[in-house]
């Protein structure tokens, strides 16, 4: 990999580039100092079809200048825009620049139509339908992917319909979570907590603690070895939303429900990641943002 960091490829493609244009002039030159010697008809001596001739007519001159400016203008393109491996260009244009201008000038001109949103509460922009009708395009570009169209969401993606929240489901926990993030881990828990065997019993210890169907002879023998997890999940299983630690007493499941897919969390562990969106949205987007989302949960407040 390090020949790709050093210059060579990049001496190698401006030097490839250039010796193709300048091949272009050599063979445009070549040929048009060649001198094919024309037969008394002028043609070629080439027939189709018992009379049609290949004529031996020169190139029209209009022609050749014209594959002279193309090869001119090639030239400075290469010197105005980056095409000669790392060289910039005069004119230092990329594509990552073009973009950040052009949104720059996005937010300019929705500057204003945001300015209106950013004074209110997310609780009173959820009852505001302009708001909700940019904030559902703002979730559908950003967000849908993962949490569905619907933001409930699928396995290993929460669900923003519920009143489950793993952080939080205040405006600003929201807020908080779009700005910058989440990293989630689940530690694989199988050492700490014994044998297979016991790791089965704590299973059922865990579904017994929604009520969900379980074996409650295993459940009992794996209450004891549920302090392994209780310093994330808390001795009574509820979780803990500092830590974002799930509440296991609730019958909501993220990655699966089931004695197999418990076991599986806790011999394997679990990594989840939600991406940050600041560099991607704006405070206000995210103003909206937050807005809509916390709406899916709870009751819009009524305008004064």
Known sequence: MSDFNGNFWSIYVAALTLVSVAACLLLLWITARKKVQP???NSTGH???EDLREMDNPMPRWWMWLFVATIVFGLLYLAAYPGLGSYEGQLAWTTRGEHANEM???EKELAPLYAQFTARKPEELAGDTNAMAIG???FMNNCAQCHGSDARGSKGFPNLADTDWLHGGSPDKIKETI???RHAQMPA???AVGSSDDVKNVANYVLSLSNSPHDSVRAQLGKSKFTACAACHGADGKGNQAIGAP???DDVWLHGWGEQAIVSMINNGKVNDMPAQSGKLTEAQIHVLTAYVWAFSN????KP
Not at 299 to 302: D, G, M, Q
């Open 104 to 106: 720059a000038q996005a």
């Open 47 to 49: 027939v189709w079809d």
């Open 179 to 181: 700005t910058g993030g």
């Open 39 to 41: 037969r008394a008809d």
């Open 299 to 302: 009751k819009p407040v009524s």
């Open 189 to 191: 828990m199988a050492a």
């Open 247 to 249: 509440n296991l007493t």
């Open 136 to 138: 559902e395009r703002l």
